[in-house]
């Protein structure tokens, strides 16, 4: 499945105490090791601290620097694990700031600081010179021949493929790591020295974001500490490890003593999201460098106890500020989007059928915003509640709350007489409770809404949501269709954040005790009759599995393209606890299916907003012959 784990570390440092520097080092690779490792990640200048300043022009210390790195290779012997530590390199009668890179007992290769920088507080031109353009050269060292040497170079071990950049390369323009990306690195250290003033870190942590995001890579990125020279500057020892545009693991700074952070890296899914941004492959198409592959084999790459973070709702923020925000940003996209199609049609009016559940609760809840924003009266959206044979005295009593708490024009039709007729014109037995009795009267509802439009001149809203896409629970031309779908592309187990949202942040009181009381009750068509005691019988969840585990194979499958069996080990580590093996499986196998076969429903779906990162609009992300079969992915799943 292509993970690996990866270290970023800062040890302590005495300047220009190689020795020192070298034993703590070691220690930091030993804990790399025990948390199985297989890279780890050093400051910048690490074998002699970065602030030497004059000191770099020493012979003393130059000379002594081919001892230090030939112990660490000594030291490296056996060790199953990549080592990227930073040390000034003398080559052509040159001083260059370079990662050295070390493999079990020899060094790989050698990556020069491609930008030296020398303004404000950093003057290192005075020392060393710049690596821009060296490419394809090697270097001698006395316990070692013909070491690659150069800006293009990438480790490769199979489908782990990493480059190295230092720390003013991250800043420039075009960082170097954005040529190795296009060269095929997927994941890229930064061994840093970069001091600290007062809101620099969070700005730095912004590019290490930015830069994986962009290369759609891995990034390891390791500072220096505080126990480099004070005399002008300070520093933090600051590490972070970013997956793009994702923060994995960072550490707190000004720590005193050997640090080291890890995490697990999702090679895999980097691999994904190349295939699948065309810019990103012309990008690499238009690319004419070449890089120099020094190519190495891990024994191993177990990686350890999974402790990589997954979320269980990954269309839902965890953090409750950033949870609130998405909310916010998605009923200004829903509204822009309902708004736009309202202003080029001319209608004024909006027929919006409402039956006391989640997804029309919160279309009518667009709805509202929309006409208020666009500043008509709210007695224009028709509000039409259709009890039907399951409808429970709960639905209705909040359905008809809460569009007259809204001051809609509220309409109630019974259907049941209408669909009774339709069964004895069909010659279909109402006792019968199959799919033709619930379909008859999703489109006996349909059909209501969509003539009551033409009649008024107004638009139908649709309520379906993005899991109810996914999985085909929609009547094809009944709660299918619409003129305008506001959910859909929005997953039922983030339409419940956003009903909670209006509920906490923007509904009168009186509306938010029925948005409560909506939000606790349980998801149901109600297109079978009641049970004995007039509750709902017909609960979704127990017919086609729990939402947030569809939602959950839905991203990995659509955004990420995982393949069922990766998708079911993710499953299983974050809900572990929660649902048992045997029941993932089961609805792992539900959704293939059903995802497949009901391919032909979204082929024709309305239009409709995309609001996040996944959407199966047939005109956008998600195009897919109605007749795929499903057995290679439903295979995938059961093989164990």
């Avoid at 008859?440 to 309520?463: F, P, S, W």
Wanted: glycine letters at 6%; aromatic letters at 10%; hydrophobic letters at 35%.
């Amino acid at each position: 499945m292509d993970f690996i784990r990866v270290s970023s570390a800062c040890p302590l440092t005495d300047i220009g105490n190689l020795e020192f520097n070298l034993k703590n080092i070691e220690e930091c690779i030993d804990k790399a090791m025990a948390e199985k490792s297989k890279l780890i990640v050093f400051p910048e200048l690490s074998i002699t601290s970065y602030t030497c300043a004059d000191l770099f022009e020493q012979q003393l210390l130059l000379e002594k620097i081919p001892e230090a790195l030939k112990k660490l290779c000594e030291y490296s012997r056996g060790k199953d694990i990549l080592i990227a530590v930073g040390a000034p390199v003398v080559h052509d009668d040159c001083l260059y700031n370079c990662a050295c890179i070390v493999f079990k007992g020899s060094i790989l290769g050698i990556v020069p600081k491609s930008y030296i920088p020398n303004y404000e507080e950093f003057y290192e031109k005075r020392w060393f010179t710049e690596g821009t353009g060296v490419v394809d050269e090697n270097i001698d060292f006395c316990f070692q021949k013909d070491i690659p040497f150069g800006v293009n170079l990438i480790f490769t071990c199979e489908n782990f493929k990493f480059g190295f950049e230092i720390c003013e390369d991250l800043w420039a323009v075009i960082p170097p790591s954005s040529y190795l990306c296009l060269m095929g690195a997927n994941i890229i250290g930064n061994l840093s020295a970069s001091n600290e003033i007062v809101s620099k870190s969070s700005y730095r942590r912004n590019l290490i974001r930015s830069q994986s995001a962009r290369g759609m890579c891995s990034y390891v990125y390791s500072s220096s500490g505080v126990f480099e020279s004070s005399t002008d500057l300070v520093f933090s020892g600051d590490l972070c490890i970013s997956e793009n545009g994702i923060m994995l693991n960072s550490n707190e700074r000004f720590k005193r003593e050997n640090e080291v952070i890890t995490s697990i890296l999702d090679v895999d899914k980097l691999k994904n999201q190349r295939l699948k941004n065309v810019s990103f492959r012309d990008n690499v198409k238009g690319f004419s460098h070449r890089p120099v592959n020094v190519e190495f084999q891990f024994e191993s790459t177990d990686y350890g106890k999974f402790d990589r973070k997954v979320d269980r709702h990954p269309f839902v923020p965890d953090n409750e500020g950033e949870c609130e925000i998405r909310c916010r940003e998605i009923f200004n996209i829903q509204t822009a989007g309902l708004g736009k199609r309202i202003s080029h049609t001319n209608l004024k009016k909006a027929v919006v059928g409402i039956s006391g559940g989640l997804d029309s609760t919160l279309a009518l809840l667009v709805v509202v915003k929309t006409f208020d924003i666009l500043k008509i009266p709210r007695k224009n959206i028709i509000t039409i509640t259709m009890p039907g044979f399951g409808t429970t005295d709960r639905t209705y009593n909040n359905a008809v709350s809460l569009c007259k708490n809204l001051n809609t024009e509220f309409r109630e039709i019974n259907i049941v007489k209408a669909c009774i007729q339709h069964f004895k014109d069909i010659s279909h037995d109402e006792n019968i409770h199959d799919v033709t009795y619930e379909n008859v009267q999703a489109r006996e509802r349909t059909q209501i809404m969509m003539d009551i439009a033409n009649k008024e001149g107004g638009l139908v809203i649709g309520t379906g949501d993005l899991s109810e896409l996914a999985l085909g629970w929609c009547t094809y031309n009944g709660d299918h269709m619409s003129m305008y779908g506001v959910n859909c592309s929005i997953p039922k187990t983030l339409v419940r954040y956003l009903v909670k949202y209006v509920a906490d942040r923007e509904a009168s009181q009186s509306v938010s005790r029925i948005l409560i009381d909506v939000l606790d009750t349980p998801v149901s068509p109600e297109l079978l009759p009641k049970d004995k005691e007039g509750k709902i019988s017909q609960k979704t969840e127990d017919i086609v599995g729990p939402y947030e585990l569809h939602d959950f194979f839905l991203y990995y499958f659509v955004r990420l393209n995982y393949s069922p069996q990766k998708i079911l080990f993710l499953a299983k580590q974050a809900y572990e606890g929660c649902y048992s093996s045997q029941i993932i499986e089961k609805w792992l196998n539900v959704f293939i299916k059903r995802f497949f076969t009901q391919q032909f429903k979204r082929s024709a779906i309305p239009d409709g907003p995309k609001v996040g990162t996944v959407s199966l609009s047939p005109r956008g992300d998600w195009r897919m012959p109605s007749d795929a079969s499903y057995k290679l992915w439903a295979r995938s799943a059961s093989e164990n």
